[in-house]
């Protein structure tokens, strides 16, 4: 049992498939970023910033709610990648694991993006820089790579069951937090879109 899977990975990747499919074989919470209710946003502030920072500190309250009331195998996604870099200070001393879906096969994941037709974002140029990103950085603390590329569904599910089964995570380890060049950003004020 972990405390907390994270998964992250590019846009069409799967993380959502493969999260609800994690939450039915562990019973655990399910969440995603984009749960946050809408909100208004005051005039005179940058929107996408204060967007994206309003929901990434409502989402790390609410999955320390949920843990401080004892539910375990929390799984969360749908994060900002840059803010993948924050996982193991914010949750350092818990027993989490956080999944990288890639594709080594890049065509596979453009596929992917674009099966999903008007529900997902269609542009291909940001998944391309963006797979880029994630992929070439560092492992951060508990985090593991899963390669879905050649996979089945089914295939991702069994094997990310048995990473997360399998994995001993690290409840201290000594943990700089790498520079924001190394992340991909959807927020296009941030300067990483380029």
């Known amino acids: 049992m972990k405390d907390f899977i994270f998964i992250i990975g590019p846009s069409g990747i799967g993380k959502t498939t493969l999260a609800k499919s994690l939450y039915n074989h562990y019973n655990g919470v399910y969440f995603e970023q984009n749960m946050i209710p809408e909100f208004g946003i005051p005039k005179g502030v940058d929107q996408g910033k204060f967007e994206e920072e309003v929901m990434w500190e409502s989402s790390i309250r609410i999955l ?5 009331k004892g539910l375990r195998n929390i799984i969360a996604l749908d994060f ?5 870099k924050e996982i ?17 096969d890049y065509e596979q994941n ?3 993006m674009i099966s999903r037709g008007e529900n997902g974002l269609i542009d291909l140029e940001l998944l391309e820089i963006s797979t880029k990103k994630i992929m070439s950085r560092d492992l951060l603390p508990n985090e593991v790579i899963l390669d879905i590329a050649g996979k089945s569904k089914e295939d991702v599910l069994k094997e990310a ?3 997360i089964d399998t ?6 380890y000594n943990y700089t ?15 990483l879109r380029k």
């Open 64 to 68: 320390k709610y949920f843990y401080e």
């Open 80 to 84: 900002n990648d840059i803010r993948t």
């Open 88 to 104: 193991p200070i914010l949750f350092k001393g818990t027993n989490f694991i956080t999944l990288k879906l890639v594709s080594s």
């Open 110 to 112: 453009r596929k992917q």
């Open 161 to 163: 069951i048995h990473l």
């Open 167 to 172: 994995y001993e995570s690290k409840l201290d």
């Open 177 to 191: 937090e790498p520079d924001k060049n190394q992340f991909y950003s959807w927020v296009q004020s941030d300067g």
